[in-house]
């Protein structure tokens, strides 16, 4: 018996889209994470990137449990001394839904040479239309 490895060239990329009302923040990123790594799929190879696009809408909808929305912190520094940023999630929601969400799916991928490229295939909007109805994405219950 032999080890499957997926080529270049056989990669086939779906479109996804998940509402992110439906689940907490945590649930959504995993789900999130799953696609764009292609880790459900039968053909999955860890140094190959075969995951697919990821479309969520309702950003501005993120459901959070506890006290999340006003513990849970994001921090950011300028480089220069005493330049850090610290923004609670309540006022990220308020600025960019689609950084919270961005930040929990960046996370949960693996630190490596395809996460950025993985990331890019990552599209959040904040109210329920979106720009990819022309590519017929499949939903996620």
């Known amino acids: 018996m032999k080890t499957y490895s997926q080529k270049a060239s056989e990669i086939s990329r779906e479109w996804w889209l998940v509402d992110a009302s439906t689940m907490p923040l945590g649930k959504l990123a995993v789900v999130i994470a799953d696609k764009l790594m292609g880790k459900s799929k039968v053909t999955f190879t860890p140094h190959i990137d075969n995951g697919d696009y990821v479309v969520v809408i309702n950003s501005k909808d993120l459901k959070v449990t506890g006290t999340k929305m006003t513990d849970k912190k994001y921090y ?8 850090l940023t610290e923004l609670k999630l309540e006022e990220v929601l308020e600025k960019d839904p689609s950084l ?4 929990a799916v960046k996370g949960m991928l693996p630190k490596n040479k395809l996460a950025a490229d993985r990331l ?7 109210g329920s239309e979106h720009a990819h109805a022309a590519q017929n994405p499949k ?3």
């Open 76 to 83: 950011r520094h300028s480089g220069f001394p005493g330049g």
């Open 120 to 126: 890019a295939r990552l599209r959040v909007f904040e």
């Open 100 to 103: 919270a969400i961005r930040e």
């Open 139 to 141: 939903e996620i219950k």
